[in-house]
């Protein structure tokens, strides 16, 4: 599976958007980009996936380039309950198992 | 529903000893994986269970580490003997069948073993 690149950490405060882009240049064809959040002491829970172009749902935004060698994660009008880790990963197929990265801390202040 | 439940919540035992985590998967999932979390590193894969079978154990670190899912339904990781290395935050996760899977794993919050 290819490697992910991500920041390792940011910044943000309440009410700001935050896109996180995370970099996977040898993503085969049959990959989708997942993003996964956790918060201390709690398992990963799933954000979103996509293959290419954008997707969105009721919590975040995926961007896709057509290119597909990186993605970017927007999360709109963060709150400081946004303040978690957000791993960004490819997986085969939709599915199968996960490769965790060190992922991005997002901090996001009052 | 219930989602992936897992236990103990936080084991403390001491170096040479047995310690079985359980992890109970969302009813209908026959997907299973194992992972872990040694502080201050990445979240790694140790091992994918489809039903009862295991499908990629390529993650365990070695024999002193047992999986088994039983049944296919909930999956024990036993830790025998246990050494100071071995401390962690263990993740369960689980997914629908191949087929109608999404792509989505469910974490339980995880079990936090304490090696002394």
């Known amino acids: 599976l290819a490697k992910t690149t991500q920041p390792i950490s940011m910044d943000s405060y309440e009410g700001q958007e935050v896109n996180i882009t995370c970099s996977h240049n040898?993503?085969?064809?049959?990959?989708?980009i997942t993003w996964y959040q956790q918060f201390p002491s709690q398992g990963p829970r799933f954000i979103i996936q996509g293959y290419k172009t954008k997707v969105t749902n009721e919590v975040a935004s995926l961007f896709i380039p057509a290119d597909r060698k990186s993605s970017t994660l927007s999360l709109p009008r963060v709150s400081l309950s946004d303040t978690a880790v957000y791993y960004c990963l490819v997986t085969r197929n939709q599915g199968g198992k996960l490769i965790f990265g060190q992922g991005t801390e997002l901090s996001v202040k009052p | 529903e219930a989602g992936v439940t897992q236990f103990p919540s936080h084991s403390v035992i001491e170096k040479g000893q047995t310690v079985t985590l359980r992890c109970d998967p969302i009813s209908g999932h026959d997907n299973l994986y194992w992972y872990r979390r040694v502080m201050g590193k990445e979240i790694k894969f140790l091992l994918h269970f489809v039903k009862e079978s295991k499908q990629d154990e390529s993650g365990m670190p070695n024999n002193r580490f047992l999986a088994e899912r039983t049944g296919g339904t909930y999956s024990t990781l036993k830790v025998q003997p246990a050494e100071l290395e071995d401390s962690a935050m263990y993740f369960c996760a689980s997914s629908l069948p191949a087929g109608i899977n999404t792509g989505e794993l469910f974490f339980g919050e995880g079990s936090r073993l304490t090696v002394l």
């Open positions: 040898n993503i085969a064809t049959n990959d989708y």
